[in-house]
């Protein structure tokens, strides 16, 4: 590395105004990565920077983007900040930001000289689209879309039957490596209109994604970066048309009414913008939730842009490229509404958000949070548990999980303490779906969710995870407002036909609603379903007394689902009861799997000798059942097991409430603290003997030896 100058600039350099290139810097450092911009700012205080002045670490340790920005506007002055933002990116081999920077830029003094109503428009999308509200957002909460954006896994590919299996089953490990493998071939949002490998450039787009997947997102993130001159140059306008806005829906318009809803300025250039339709783009967001029929003939479609109709005619004759034809489309659905919409729309580019990968899921936790401390702590945890790392691929799941830790992290007790369970994550996760729905299919979504429920717990008893029509029929589940909601729908095809197949965003959701078979009370309905499983939840424990693995899933989330509050949550939001009808059969069954016929013949002490077990009493959150559930108990046997952060917290719920615990034997046990890839996860030998030395996460010592406190003749073992 070079030496820096210790001086501040002398002569910044002018040009651009200070307020647009400032626009440009901060747009530039929010699209980096957290290690992106780590390595930007460190590169800005140590790197060699060609003579010019290094900024004072002291000033950058802490920076955020808009921090940066502001620095390195006061020590370079607008123009020479961005001189040397190119530069460090160049530097840092993060040459593509480099290159849209300088494009940016250069387009910026052409800005200028855009007619005054498109200047206007792009200014009004910015300050639009550049903030955003979660959904727990208070009044006047709002983040930087920019900042807050992931990189999403987008392919354009149709996948055949096997593959999809292989997606929506896989957990953990090889579900990270699916999704690697999906994110090597996947495209970028800049590249959906451009010209094919055959040269042919498609005008009608469609973006496919499961509820909370990220569509709207990613279609406001558009919105924002083609009013930065980030992508889509070759339009003049891009309006976007939401389907759930009420309003939409109810009056007569024009294409020209719409056109003008979406600009700033009540009387926009029409007859100009109108006049080159082949530079309009319009971006429909949420297909799936228009609620009228495209089954219109040609007749009475509309093919001038000043005629008004009803909208549901605009929006079809402008599907079915009556009206405006030269313009493109960029429409965003669910899958279950991708037949609906080849009715009336003919589709040239197909394709799907996938969700994250494991390193967009990790980039995300640290734009969540900020704080890199607390960011890995929460990432790590999750990564422990394999099930809600797999669903964390689901940005809505993603953020529900970092809505929740963040809170947690900010009491005492930290993760360990008041824990939002898998239970209690899947919970959320249906409540953010269902309170999507308008008022007007709330009413018969109980009816809809006990079929659903049958549907899945037929399908967990044949282990099936693709359904075919037919099924979903039989269910009655074929209404649209419970497809593009809770299932998504896969086209295949077969000899030389296209078959329409079912199935839930992943096997563990599917598992999560096959729990709530067993738990919700019957209620008479107009239309039994088929013949399916049995509410026997005894059948299910026994044939998982068996399979060992096939069921433990949908065992951990009954647990899970009797919690109270679980149970509160669930039936206020769903308008469903749900019994605890069977607590006492899993609390017979849960003691009885753990006295097995050797142990008795040996006369072996009675202890708990499967971490499962841990597992279900901490997904159910009860710690009288739990003391309850061990008592006949006097120890815990864990034998040549590798025990993540996630187990030990789960481990310690169990031992704190222990009220017969003597002994503990955790012999050839492993204590993780990292995963093991990072290359930190498996604690050194010979620490065999001493509490303190264990590797067990510090929650957990903590409460083992306030244990030992109560119970100074407790057995530790790790040998």
């Known amino acids: 590395m070079g030496q820096c100058s210790g001086k501040k600039s002398q002569a910044p350099r002018r040009g651009s105004p200070p307020g647009a290139a ?16 780590k390595k930007f700012r460190d590169a800005l205080a140590h790197g060699d920077l060609g003579g010019r002045s290094c900024i004072p670490w002291g000033r950058l340790e802490k920076a955020d983007w808009m921090d940066t920005k502001n620095i390195m506007l006061d020590f370079y002055g607008g123009e020479g900040a961005l001189d040397m933002a190119i530069t460090v990116l160049e530097r840092i081999q993060v040459r593509n930001a480099a290159a849209r920077l300088r494009e940016s830029r250069q387009r910026g003094g052409k800005a200028e000289g855009l007619p005054d109503f498109q200047r ?3 200014k009004a999308i910015l300050q639009a689209y550049s903030r955003m509200k979660d959904q727990n957002a208070r009044v006047g909460d709002t983040v930087s879309l920019s900042a807050r954006y992931s990189k999403l896994v987008i392919v354009n590919k149709h996948r055949d039957k096997e593959e999809r299996e292989d997606e929506i089953v896989a957990m953990g490990r090889r579900h990270a490596e699916i999704m690697k493998e999906q994110a090597s071939a996947s495209i970028v949002v800049s590249d959906l209109f451009k010209p094919g490998p055959d040269g042919w450039t498609p005008k009608v787009v469609v973006l496919l994604g499961a509820a909370g997947m990220g569509k709207t997102m990613t279609a406001r993130k558009i919105m924002l970066d083609w009013a930065s001159d980030k992508v889509f140059a070759e339009f003049d306008y891009v309006f976007y048309i939401h389907c759930r806005e009420g309003n939409l829906l109810t009056s007569q318009a024009s294409m020209a009414d719409l056109i003008t809803q979406c600009c700033p300025d009540s009387s926009p250039p029409l007859a100009e913008m109108l006049g080159q339709p082949e530079k309009l783009l319009f971006l429909i967001d949420g297909f799936d939730e228009l609620r009228f029929s495209f089954d219109r003939p040609q007749s009475e479609l509309c093919s001038q842009p000043f005629e008004k109709r009803p909208v549901e005619i605009i929006l079809s004759s402008l599907f079915r490229r009556r009206l405006l034809p030269e313009s493109s489309l960029l429409v965003t659905t669910r899958p279950a509404a991708l037949r609906t919409l080849g009715k009336c729309l003919d589709c040239e580019r197909y394709a799907e958000i996938l969700g994250f990968s494991e390193v967009e899921r990790k980039e995300y936790f640290h734009k969540f949070f900020e704080n890199a401390e607390q960011a890995a ?49 899947y919970v959320l996760y249906l409540l953010a779906l269902l309170r999507s729905l308008s008022g007007r299919l709330k009413p018969s979504m109980p009816g809809v969710l006990r079929r659903l429920c049958c549907l899945a717990a037929d399908g967990v008893w044949r282990q099936k995870v693709l359904f075919e029509e037919k099924e979903v029929q039989g269910y009655a589940l074929d209404q649209r407002e419970a497809l593009p909601l809770l299932l998504n729908e896969y086209l295949f095809q077969k000899d030389i036909f296209c078959v329409s197949t079912y199935s839930f965003i992943h096997l563990s959701f599917q598992e999560f609603f096959a729990a709530l078979f067993y738990l919700l009370e019957e209620e008479g309905e107009a239309e039994k379903p088929p013949a399916g499983p049995t509410r026997d939840v005894k059948a299910l424990l026994e044939s998982y007394g068996s399979s060992r693995n096939y069921f433990m899933l949908t065992v951990r989330f009954l647990f899970g689902l009797l919690n109270a509050e679980r149970r509160r949550e669930l039936e206020e939001e769903m308008g469903c009861k749900i019994s605890p009808r069977i607590t006492q059969e899993l609390l017979a069954w849960l003691q009885n799997s753990q006295q097995t016929a050797l142990a008795l013949l040996m006369k072996e002490t009675a202890a708990i000798r499967e971490l499962e077990v841990c597992h279900c009493l901490y997904e159910l959150q009860d710690e009288r059942f739990v003391a309850t559930a061990l008592d006949p108990f006097t120890g815990v046997c864990l034998r040549g097991l590798n025990l993540n952060r996630f187990d030990q917290i789960v481990l310690a719920f169990s031992v704190k409430n222990f009220p017969t615990l003597e002994w503990l034997d955790f012999g050839h046990c492993s204590f993780l603290w990292d995963p093991p890839e990072d290359g930190t996860g498996q604690q050194p030998a010979g620490q065999a003997n001493r509490l303190e030395k264990s590797g067990l996460k510090e929650e957990t010592l903590q409460k083992l030896a306030a244990l030992r406190e109560v119970k100074p003749n407790l057995n530790i073992g790790y040998l």
Not at 26 to 36: C, F, G, I, K
Not at 387 to 393: E, P
Not at 399 to 405: H, L, R, S, Y
Request: proline residues 3%; glycine residues 8%.
């Open 22 to 37: 400032g626009e440009l810097l901060l747009h530039t450092l929010e699209d980096l990565s957290q290690l992106e911009f």
């Open 120 to 122: 206007n428009y792009k």
């Open 377 to 425: 702590a929460a990432f790590q945890f999750v990564r422990g548990n394999e099930t809600l790392f797999t669903m964390c691929q689901v940005p809505i799941v993603c953020w529900i999980v970092c809505t929740v830790m963040k809170q947690q992290l900010g009491r005492s007790g930290g993760l360990a303490c008041s824990p939002k369970t898998t239970t209690g994550i």
